[in-house]
């Protein structure tokens, strides 16, 4: 950081960002009117999803949760199925849980204190400030990496924006930007912007209201603002898992509660060990997960998805019992089992790699594979 700035950028600052969100606003379903518990589920569906995705689940989640009420009395399933594909399962189940303490503490209604916001499971310190901010119009400052980003350009910033002192800096110019009249209006223009205009990669500097007043831009500095810490490596998981048939029905089992995506559906399967095949690591996983002994018909699909840093491979098969196996499982991995058939397996909530596979059995006719 070269200089402290001062009130007069900070103004200039305010007035172009502010004057570039009155005609530049997205139209946003929680921005009709602002209600807390719609910027609470809002601020937690946008947490590492795009805003245009986010946007169509909170929809439709609205339409099925209409308050924190009808959330709480929700079963943890038909809760965990609403927030498929968004991923980071965590945050429904908290959702789920913070909706029943807001209806036994607050009659369903979000406080508008930030103590006892923090005292709901899943909300941190940032989530609270935004739904004081964004639902409550409290002067609260928000910094995320849009802001982030836009104050490390605009004033040049060369202290690393993650760390401890980066950090104390961003606060205390987001604090110093906010209109206390129009804090709302002042944070949500500021991520916006950043979002929108002065973007990751390729910003739209040419076109950008900034232009002449942008720090970064004048000291050809752009590209390396903001400081941030290095990114972390890939991890590259191979799993396999089976499909196991019988009866024109399919095997599923639910995840235990503490586990990875717990309470989701899967098929059964686990990490491939050094010097196995993924047929090799089926039958293993299998055994160990239900006792059975399997026996493998053909290779099914192989599909790959991503989460946080990691990149999951996972190779499926066909499968059917071998002759003599128990009717029932031995859990060792999982919580429930049912056997699906075609019309009920899509009604079960599964993590995103099986979801795939579940799409495709879909798709194939139905005599070959039920």
Known sequence: MTHKPTDQELAVLRKQVLDWFAHSRRSLPWRRDYAPYEIWIAEI???QTQLDRAAEYFVRWMRQFPDATALAAAPEQTVLKAWE???YYSRARNLHR?????VAQYGGQLPADEK???ALPGIGSYTAAAILSIGFNQPVPLVDANVERLFARFFDLEIPVRGKAGQTVLRELAARFLDPLAARNCNEALMEFGE???TPKKPLCLGCPLHSACLARQRNTVGQRPVLPKRPERIDIVMAC????SQGRLYIQQRLPEDVWGGLWEFPGGKMEPGETPEETVRREIREETGWLVEIEAPFRTVVHHYTRYRVTLHSFLCRLAAGQGPDPVLTAASRFVWADSNTLADYPFPAGHRQLVAALNQQVQGRLF
Do not use: K, P
């Open 85 to 87: 594909g968004l991923g």
């Open 196 to 198: 929108r205009v002065c």
């Open 116 to 118: 006892a916001l923090l």
């Open 98 to 102: 913070a909706a029943q303490q807001l």
């Open 45 to 47: 569906m946008g947490q």
């Open 242 to 245: 089976g499909i196991l048939r």
